[in-house]
């Protein structure tokens, strides 16, 4: 484990390369005998110097929902990191691209929670009777430490994406909320474009089978830390698309079928 004293120092370098849009090196090349508690650690230290400066907690997010990332990052679980309320943008219009440093964009579903949702043991089936409803999100992803070494040219571990908040950074929610029994959730598929070209498709199957396995997962991850998914919380259950990347004036939208869309611009 990390000592306290170098946890607040990576937490410090992740708040100032947020602010600055100048990424920081892999925390996990400088120390090499980093785990994946030390990047949890590093990302709630950041968490709190946000919530210090008046920063309100929203949600979670879960990250490494699919196989096939879970096998590239050499983990067996998904990651999950802490929604602020800055990080929430309304669909249809410009969201600034100067917030991010590499945005990149995932099509998912987000649970608002109704009642709360408390581990150990929770199961899916609790997640969809403690859910309100259910309601098509993209989350913005961005990297304030590098993805790739700027002189390595190796990718980043699972250790440093966990410190880094797991990459999350913003979040947009639009077209039709259902109740969670309205549809077959493990059917709803999106349509991701980008400049009006299709990028990405994907169904909501892919994340963990069911995408309100990640949300019970995290409840029960939670738990030894003495925290709960909270009444009127936002989950961002795992994206179903590979991440595309953003640029200043780029345009996206993401086509749910039935569920509506969502749509913005990088301004």
């Known amino acids: 484990m990390l000592s306290t004293e170098v946890i607040q120092q990576l937490a410090g370098e992740l708040h100032r390369s947020e602010q600055s849009r100048m990424q920081v090196e892999h925390f996990s090349k400088r120390y090499p005998q980093m785990t994946i508690e030390d990047g949890y650690a590093i990302s ?4 709190k110097t946000k919530l210090a400066e008046g920063r309100v907690v929203k949600g979670h997010k879960i990250g490494l929902t699919s196989r096939a ?33 590499a945005p990149r964009i995932e099509v998912e579903l987000a649970f608002v929670l109704g009642r709360k949702l408390e581990g150990p043991k929770v199961t899916i089936f609790d997640v969809l009777a403690a859910t309100d409803y259910v309601v098509p999100a993209i989350e913005i992803i961005d990297a304030r430490i590098e993805q790739f070494d ?10 440093d994406t ?45 994340v963990l089978n069911h995408p309100a396995t990640g949300v019970a ?10 925290e709960c998914l909270e009444v009127g919380e936002v989950v961002l259950g795992g994206s179903f698309t590979r991440p595309t990347t953003g640029a200043p004036g780029d345009t996206f939208h993401a086509d749910y079928g039935p569920l509506g869309s969502i749509s913005f611009r990088f301004g």
Do not use: H
């Not at 709630?44 to 968490?47: F, S």
């Not at 679980?77 to 669909?91: A, N, S």
């Not at 700027?150 to 250790?159: A, C, E, G, I, S």
């Not at 997962?217 to 003495?226: I, T």
């Open 69 to 101: 990332m879970q096998q590239a990052s050499q983990i067996s679980e998904p990651d999950y990191g802490t929604l602020l309320d800055d990080m929430f943008f309304e669909q249809g219009g410009d969201i600034p691209f100067t917030r991010f440093i």
């Open 44 to 47: 709630r230290a950041w968490v």
């Open 217 to 226: 997962w995290l409840a029960n991850k939670l738990a030894p830390w003495g």
């Open 150 to 159: 700027r002189n390595t040219k190796q990718m980043r571990k699972v250790f």
């Open 162 to 206: 966990i410190a880094d908040n797991a990459a999350n950074a913003g979040i947009v929610m639009g077209g039709r909320p259902v109740k969670p029994d309205a549809v077959d959730l493990r059917w709803v598929s999106a349509l991701l474009f980008k400049n009006g070209v299709i990028e990405e498709s994907g169904v909501a199957a892919a």
